[in-house]
Structure formats: C-alpha cells, structure tokens
C-alpha cells in the first residue's frame, strides 16, 4: 500500500516533484560551483566541529553527596512511584519513574482501576515543565520582558507597583496578606474574591469551605475555557434534576457511535475506552466492534472509526434527532422501511439497524460543546437501547457546581470593574489569554487593587497582576482529585520545589489558617475524614504507595429518565442547516498545546499533528471543496471574521472535512510564552 503525505504528493505536482528534488529545498541551488562535494563535506565537518566545541561551556555546579546514604538506596537504579495529575478538574492516575531522586518518566497508573499504563501527551511532556528554567520569574525591561536567570538566586516572587517590579519573599507575601486579611475581617470578605481553576479536590473543597465559613461575603467562581457545563445540564434534564457523569465501558460495546465526540482523543477517559475499544478489535476472538463517527472534522476516534460521515457540527442535533426517530420506528417495528436516499441518510440508516441489533451492547456520545437538549436527546436514546447499567454506567458529578454558576463571572467582571473587588486571588489558570473575549477580563483586572496570581509561569495574567507567586508543579506537591471513574486519587511530590513554589492547597490554608499547614497535613487530613474510621497509619501508607484510594470514591447513581423529557423531546425539531447557506468555525482544543497552558513545552510544540503533521503552528482547515469555492491554497493566508473579531491563518487543506466546516485549534497565539 502506498501512502501519500499531502494532496500535492498525491497530485504530483511540479512543485512537490522540485521538492522531492532537492535535499535542501531553500539553499540547494547556492552549492559553490567551484569545490567537489568531498571537499564541501570536509569544510562543514570542520564548521560543525569547530562551533561544538565552541559551545561546550559548563557552568560551575556542585553536588553535594549524602551524608548518610538511605537505607536501601541503589544510586542510578529507577524507582517507580504512583501519583495523579489534575487537568480541567480530571485526576489523570499516573506511574513516575524516577532517577537518583529525579523524576524522568510518566506513564500511566496499571493498578488503578481505570487499568491502563498508557498516557496521552499531555502527560508524557509535563516531565520537560517541571525541568523548565522559564519557570523562574522574570524582571520588567523596556518594552519586553528580560529572562532573570540566576541559580543562586531562588526568589521567584514578584511584586509590581505601576511600573516597578521587586523581588519578594514568601515571607513578605505572608506580612502582605496578613494586612490585606484584616480588611476582609471587617466587611467579611465582601471586597475579596477567589477565581480557581476547575477542580475535583475534596482537599480545595474543604479548604474552600472553610474559607467562604470564615468570610462570607467573599467571591468564589471557577472557570476552565474547556470545561462545558452543556452535558451536566443535559443530563439533569434527562434525569429530573441529577448532576450525574457518564462513564463508559467498551470492552462491553459492539457499537459506538460518536456525534462529535472524541472518545479516544481529547476525552478525560481517553486511555481507558483505548483499552477497552482494542479489547475488540482481535478477530481471532470474535466479533469486532464498529465504530462510528459523525463528526465536522477529524478526531482521533473518527480516524479509527469504521464508518464516517463529515457533517457540519451546527447539524449534528438535526442528525441526532433524526437516528433517534430512526431507532423508535425500529424499536416499534422491526420491518419497518428507512430512507435510503443521499449518504447522510444510508449512514444513519445503518446506525439505526446496528444499534436495535445490539441493543444493551451499544454506546451513544455527543461532544460536550453541544447543546444540553442533544445530550438530553443521548441519554433518552441509551436508555431506550437499554445502554445504560451495561455499557456504561452513572456516577455523581464531582463539578456539577459548575452548572449552577453560568452569571458568575459577568457578575465577578462587574464587581471588578466597578471596584467593588478590591482583592483578587487567582489560584492557576491563565484568564487574561484564554478567558472569552467577550469579558475583557484584562479590563476588568485594571481596576483592582491587588490581584495575586499562583501560577506555573509568569505568563500573561501574572504580568498584569501586582502579586506573581510560583506554583508547584504536580510532581512537587500533595494534593487529590476524582479520576474519570470516580476513584479517589492521591498526589505525592517525586522532588522539592525547585522555585519555591507553593500549591493552591497551601496558599488557601495561608488564608484560612492561622499557622498555615503542609500540602502533606492537609491532604492527610481530608483523607481521614473520607475514610473515616478505616483510616489508619497503614491504610494511609498504602493509598500513597499504590496512587488511589480503594474506598472513597464516587458512588454509581442509579437514574431514571425524567417524566416529561421525551414529551419535550418529542417536540424538539431541529432544522438541518444546508451548507451552501453559511460557513461555520468550529473551535477545538489544540492538540498538544490543550488550552494553551502547554505553550512553552519544545517536546509538544515539536510534536507533529496526527492529520496535518504541522508543529509550533495553527491553521485553518479546510475541506478541498471549501478551498476551490474559496480559491484558496494550501498554506495561503486568509483572514477569518466571526462578528467583530478577525483572525490570520494559513490554510490546511484536509480530505475529511465536512464542507462549509473551518476548523481552528484553540492554543495558540500566546505573547508571554
């Protein structure tokens, strides 16, 4: 089988057969004439040679050796220790492989009851975050910012008055806050607010408890840019009222069919339907499963997916209200004549047939980014396959608060920019690059007093904050969290801070406590009261030691469809939009970049796209009859207009991609990266 790397290889174009041509494309044709290819291979070797030793300088660093070696330590020997990372409010279980007390490798937990010892990318190059130097804050010049690296000099506190930035201490931070505390105490918080990362840490609940306890009037608003609270709203329309989270298993699934969604890609689940999904793919032991994907552009799952059809996103609820149709005209007669007419139609006719012959052995998925009524319309169409208690299954949703919050940060933008917060805590994230442009949240930062921001880096919200105070990395702190399948986590440090930084844990309990605690005495402490009376020295030992929690977890609900939720959908009719009417952007989460928080990580930026094989850029892509409407190339510049905003792109023309459909990563474009 032949593969072809571009359409322009595939067409064999004049320019692709030059390129093919000339081993170096840009300066093939300004080889010196006048000396031998011998001679020409000399004179670079020696140039190669030369600037090596040339850059062979070696700053002077000393390592000090143990005093007393630990017991049964053997230098150079890998040590494997379990722990969690925490992304969008998901504990992702991991195994990392340490050396000499440096962690080096990240793999997935085997142990945990999710089962797998893979990892998806975002875990694997975390590894390259931690040793990053650009984690040491920086120092104000003119007009940029100038990289103060200095290893002596460990303080990566930075306080900004105007145009003055100073170096600070944990212990001037702490004389700070103590002042700005005691004006909270009067009012009760009322001019103070917390905006937090997502999380599922029973550890930041309770602390954040305790703090909302000792001011009430304080702020609280949690916002993730990839977070969408449109599934849980689905679902609690689905189920009277429960904010519950589906889990999938597909070791039990013969047919998957995906609206949207991608189960084995960008979903916190990922590496377990992986598992699960190959389980099935072995011939010699029986049936396969099918798979299918109705998606605008490609997924990892619509790439392995034994039947797709591009569709524009803006039609998959007109889609899915048509298969669900489908499926009760079956379910009430089983000869009951489907159309057969375009491709759209045969497609879903198909799925239609499939899923009534696996009834109880089939999964349904739409993308969260979708409406709550098309996940209303999923689950009502699970349960009538009788999916539910089989293939997959329902447990509490862990960030359901999310679905009581939609005004909370126009509401927080409001009271920041009337002055009415004066004190603002932002514990991670990056809202000054990544939060909507709608908000302006930059704007809104202007007018506060004192805004502190924990963070990795100083990137773009720690810049215009007048407090930037350096976060833990997640192998440099305790904390826990829910895994996709609800089991409780634990996070164990592999190393020290190696920039002083401290996690959300231990900067709430400087607000909370009056002698503040350890990320260790907090997590301890949360997970005795979880356990309760089964919580001991040595149940402790061994949570930490195999990465999870085997009591503690999140239950599995057992949910009924709501009384009026299929005479509601009964009447729900979406319109199938033609795609010569409009053109639609659909934006996604970058591929290695997630929400751009990974931005400064050379291993992912280099990592190539698994469709377009691009790195370190973003582009437009297109389908290549949307490119021959448009008259556009491959590569060529085009400016994209949605209501007042435009963006310049370089065009990927991909074979795939739903007509009218551009799709654009999310990710990129950072200025303090």
């Known amino acids: ?113 999710i089962g797998t010892s893979g990892s998806d990318v975002y875990v694997q190059g975390t590894v390259l975050n931690l040793y990053d130097p650009d984690r040491i804050a920086r120092e104000a010049a003119t007009g940029r910012q100038k990289r103060i690296y200095d290893p002596t000099d460990l303080s990566t506190l930075r306080n900004r008055n105007g145009a003055q930035t100073t170096a600070k201490t944990w212990g001037d931070f702490e004389s700070f806050l103590g002042s700005v505390k005691e004006s909270w105490s009067g009012n009760q918080g009322m001019t103070a607010a917390v905006l937090a990362e997502v999380s599922s840490s029973p550890s930041r609940l309770r602390l954040k408890q305790a703090l909302m306890a000792k001011y009430p009037k304080l702020a609280w608003v949690e916002y993730e840019p990839l977070v969408d609270t449109n599934e849980m709203l689905g679902l609690e329309a689905a189920f009277g009222g429960e904010l519950v989270r589906p889990v999938y298993d597909f070791a039990k699934a013969e047919c998957i069919v995906c609206f949207d969604a991608d189960l084995l890609g960008q979903h916190p689940g990922a590496m377990m339907h992986s598992k699960g999904w190959a389980a099935k793919r072995a011939p010699e032991q029986g049936a396969m499963n099918r798979v299918y994907a109705v998606e605008s552009q490609f997924t990892v799952t619509g790439t392995i997916a034994d039947h797709r059809l591009p569709v524009l996103s803006s039609n998959v609820p007109a889609v899915v209200k048509k298969l669900s149709d489908l499926v009760a005209a079956l379910k009430a007669n089983e000869k009951a004549e489907l159309p057969v007419g375009d491709a759209t139609e045969k497609m879903l006719s198909a799925m239609a047939k499939d899923l009534v012959a696996h009834q109880g052995t089939s999964i349904i998925a739409v993308g969260r980014q979708h409406a709550p009524v098309v996940h209303q319309a999923v689950a009502g169409l699970n349960d009538l396959l009788g999916n539910r208690g089989t293939t997959m299954q329902y447990v509490q949703e862990p960030l359901g608060y999310l ?32 939060m909507s442009a709608d908000v302006d949240f930059a704007g809104a930062l202007k007018a506060v007093v004192n805004s502190i921001h924990l963070s990795d880096y100083e990137d773009e919200t720690s810049l215009v904050c007048s407090w930037h105070l350096p976060k833990a990395h997640s192998l440099e702190a305790w904390g826990d969290g829910y895994s996709y399948d609800g089991t409780l986590c634990v996070q164990q440090p592999l190393i020290a801070p190696l920039h002083q930084g401290k996690s959300d844990l231990e900067l709430l309990s400087m607000l909370v406590d009056d002698s503040p605690l350890s990320g260790f005495e907090i997590v301890k402490a949360t997970f005795s009261q979880t356990l309760g009376a089964g919580m001991d020295e040595g149940v402790w030992r061994q949570t930490v030691h195999q990465g999870f929690a085997t009591e503690g977890g999140i239950e599995t609900v057992s949910v009924t469809v709501a009384g009026g939720s299929s005479e509601a959908l009964a009447s729900w009719s979406p319109e199938m939009i033609s795609g010569d009417e409009q053109y639609e952007i659909v934006f996604t989460a970058a591929e290695h970049l997630y929400d751009g928080r990974y931005g400064n990580n050379g291993w992912l930026q280099e990592t190539p796209s698994f469709i377009t094989k691009l790195t370190w850029d973003n582009t437009a892509i297109l389908s290549p009859k949307t490119a021959r409407e448009l008259g556009v190339k491959d590569g060529q510049m085009i400016e994209l207009t949605l209501r007042d905003r435009t963006i310049t792109l370089p065009v990927s023309i991909v074979p795939g991609q739903a007509t009218h459909s551009i799709g654009v990563a999310l990710g990129y474009g950072r200025t303090a990266a």
């Open 1 to 113: 089988m032949k593969y072809w790397r571009s359409l322009d290889e595939l067409e064999n174009t004049p320019e692709f057969q030059d390129f093919l041509h000339r081993e170096f494309p840009q300066a093939a044709s300004e080889f010196p004439t006048d000396l031998s290819r011998r001679r020409w291979l000399q004179l670079m070797g020696a140039s190669l040679a030369l600037s090596s030793v040339a850059g062979c300088r070696w700053e002077d660093e000393k390592i000090a050796p143990f005093v007393q070696r630990p017991e049964g330590y053997v230098p150079g020997k890998p040590v494997k220790f379990m722990t969690m990372m925490e992304r969008s409010g998901y504990a992702y279980p991991v195994s990392a492989t340490s050396m000499d007390g440096r962690p080096i490798k990240l793999d997935g937990n085997p142990h945990h009851p």
């Open 403 to 434: 679905a009581k919050q939609d005004d909370a940060i126009p509401a927080l933008m409001t009271a920041m920019r009337t002055g009415t917060v004066r004190d603002l805590i932002i514990l991670g994230g990056n809202p000054v690059y990544n």
